[in-house]
């Protein structure tokens, strides 16, 4: 989903939760022009140090109210309202497009390209993630090195990890560790 590759644009170092590793996507060139593609967004330039610092709030915004979702606050009047501000920069058309299979569909697409089109069509991921799916199942990953932000989307919603092969074994063997540690120091 749009909105969470961007809000997860901010890359922690998972596996040591070295400071130092932590990468910011948004820096990066390469990275910011193959998320434009895989979500069909016009921008074709990097963002200036205005618009970069504007990208930045909203993620920041982004992340607050993922962890607000995450401890039960209901938020949500107030982070739609903002979600309108970021919106209204960012007009749409309804057209009729082709699909190759020869089905046709109504598509909404943007008027304007520019930075503050790709902050509108952030928005609007999240809005509609707010609105159309189930916000008690977004997630922050439990390992404290990562954070990562998903959308827990398993059966029994019990989903802990971004990844359960990265942070979730990660975990486990710390926690392993810790066990064997603690039985030989009680020895």
């Known amino acids: 989903m749009l909105w969470e590759d961007f809000i997860n ?11 130092n590793k932590d990468r910011d996507r948004l820096d990066e060139e390469e990275w910011v022009f193959k998320w434009l593609k895989e979500y069909a967004l016009l921008e074709t330039q990097m963002p200036n140090t205005i618009e970069m610092a504007q990208l930045k709030k909203l993620r920041s915004l982004l992340w607050n109210w993922v962890q607000a979702i995450v401890q039960g606050n209901s938020v949500y009047g107030e982070i739609l309202e903002q979600l309108n501000v970021y919106m209204d920069k960012g007009p749409v058309i309804r057209r009729i497009v082709w699909k190759s299979d020869e089905q046709a569909e109504i598509k909404l697409l943007p008027l304007h390209s520019g930075w503050e089109q790709v902050m509108a069509e952030i928005a609007a991921s999240f809005a509609e993630a707010l609105l159309e799916k189930e916000p008690t199942r977004f997630r922050i990953c439990e390992n404290p090195d990562c954070l990562w932000v998903y959308y ?29 540690k603690a039985e030989s120091e009680g020895e």
């Open 9 to 19: 644009s901010y890359w922690r170092d998972w596996r040591t939760g070295d400071k």
């Open 152 to 180: 827990d989307d398993t059966r029994n919603r019990s989903k802990r990890y971004c990844d359960d092969k990265a942070c979730g074994n990660l975990m486990k063997v710390r926690r392993f560790r810790a066990r064997k």
